[in-house]
């Protein structure tokens, strides 16, 4: 192959993901990362490389008109690139001009979601926030081993990777007060998470069973459901997260399709009891991708804070579609399903601040020093994953974010 490309690359020619990008000369647009590069489709379209496909749907500022072509047509156009770029096609190694830098290009938001559901499907997580906020012999509530649980969030605020965030103002009741006071928030804090986005849409009515699941999601990102939680402790009872959380949510620029993590699937969790039929599943269906959350100062100084992973997941990905459309709720293309907090068994694979500092009560120590329990103003949150087996590595590279202060 005529391009370079690190051993450690998120973006080998494994993986090909699609993401909209710009440049100073060039209109957002489809692109597929490989390398350090970027392959704008729509400038191989102009070359008569995908004769059946529009050469207007990679002009187009999301993902959604190229993934309702269908993943017949998608997963042909990315193994043909895959192809073309291992047999080193001269139209390819002829026309630099097709391929864009990566540090030169501006990336946006990859898909016009239309709804975003976020679920609770870490055991870990839920037993130990169960533990901290109610009795730690019962964290789990009754509901939870039987459904995957979840709530509607906010399409309109799903930002892309480097879109800062501000700090929330809202209701805020701490245990000894006896009426809320409004203010910005004190306890704010990560989630860790990835998010499946919808590739085909059903009609109302309609059910998706976990068998047929993976022909409606197209494919991956990484996802910070960034939490208010002095904010959703006062708000939450009793219909759940609000402005908590729909103040912002990031997500990774570049899609990972789930033809590119086939390599890397695994079982499951024993799910006890045993489910009911609507959610049995055969075959893999979790993933193993390791997953990586860096806090970095307004100093400078960075430190990894924590080490997870997205096999640890109880509910999988097949189960949460199936029983968000048990009810006939139909699903659109570019709709973005948040897995949930990823937690793992041991402290350091903890998914949130709040487990991780454990409700500000053992905070985190960073390498220049000082501590956190929660996130300061001018800290940058940045999370990583890739997949790695037999020398195969599939990445998707970073979603990040920096705190701005609140304007209450």
Known sequence: MFLSIQADSDFSIHNLPFGIFSTRDRSARVGVAIGNAILDLYALAGLGLFPEI????????????????????????????????????????????????????????????????????????????????????????????????????????????????????????????????????????????????????????????TAEASEYIFGKVLLNDWSARDIQAWEYVPLGPFLAKNFATSISPWVVTMEALEPFRVAGPVQEPAVLPYLTYDGLQNYDLNLFVELQTSRGSSTEICRSNFKYMYWNM??????????????????????????????????????????????????????????????????????????????????????LPAIC
């Open 318 to 403: 097949a189960q949460q579609l199936a029983h968000h459309t048990i009810n006939g709720c139909n699903v659109r293309i570019g709709d973005l399903m948040g897995s949930g907090t990823i937690s793992g068994p041991t402290p350091d694979s903890y998914g949130s601040m709040l487990e991780l500092a454990w409700s500000g009560t053992q905070p985190i120590q960073l390498v220049n020093g000082s501590t956190r329990s929660f996130l300061e103003d001018g800290d940058t949150v940045t999370m990583r994953g890739y997949g790695l087996k037999d020398g195969v590595r599939v990445g998707f590279g970073a979603v990040q974010g920096q705190i």
């Open 54 to 209: 529009d050469p207007q749907v990679f002009q187009q500022k999301t993902l959604n008109d190229l993934i309702a072509l269908g993943k017949k047509t998608t997963t042909a156009l990315r193994l043909d690139l895959q192809r073309w770029l291992q047999e080193d096609l001269p139209l390819l190694r002829e026309n630099p001009a097709a391929f864009v830098p990566q540090a030169e290009a501006t990336m946006h938001l990859p898909i016009e979601i239309g709804d975003y559901t976020d679920f609770y499907s870490s055991i870990e997580h839920a037993t130990n926030v169960g533990k901290m906020f109610r009795d730690p012999a019962n964290a789990l509530l009754p509901n939870w081993r039987h459904i995957p649980v979840g709530y509607h969030g906010r399409a309109s605020s799903v930002v892309v990777s480097g879109t800062p965030v501000q700090r929330p103002c809202g209701q805020v009741k701490g245990k000894d007060e006896v009426l809320p006071q409004f203010q910005a928030s004190a306890r704010l804090d990560f989630e860790l998470e990835t998010g499946f986005i919808i590739g085909k849409a059903t009609a109302m009515g309609q059910r998706i069973g």
